[in-house]
């Protein structure tokens, strides 16, 4: 027998945001925070992904949920990665996100890490160092989206 604590929470409504939508709202973001800190987003195409949300113990739906992962490149000399993380922190700090991991790493492999997540639902913030050819010529501006459900879609229980 299930708890109905945890079977309602289980099935509590998904936000909803369409994936294009998801795509866009991910896109404006990185391209804000890498203007935020002097440059713009790399030439590289963005990869965005978008997976099926499975429950914690495997439960699929036949619903149309989502996952969005998106990440941008932005190209920064490894000297000023350090820096440009305390900015972004502080950026994200002051828009309600909790810092979950900050590391920097000093010369010769200097490197940042920095995650933060919402305070209230929303999306997941991963900024790195990306390593290319023993160096880390730019900063990874990652995206992870909560589940979501497409507006109009009947989200269906698990």
Known sequence: MSDDKEETAKNAPLPRMSRESAQTWARKFTERLAKSIGEPVGPRTPDARFLKCGGKN?????????ILMYSAWVK????????????L?????????????????????QSMILEARPKKGGFFIAIQSAAVDGGFPEITLGIDSPCMIPPGATQSHQ
């Open 58 to 66: 495997g439960e699929t739906a036949t619903d149309d949920r989502f």
């Open 76 to 87: 920064v000399p490894a000297e000023r990665h350090n820096e440009a993380a305390h900015k």
């Open 89 to 109: 922190r502080e950026i994200l700090v002051d828009e309600g996100y909790t810092i979950t991991t900050e590391r920097s790493y000093k010369a010769p492999k």
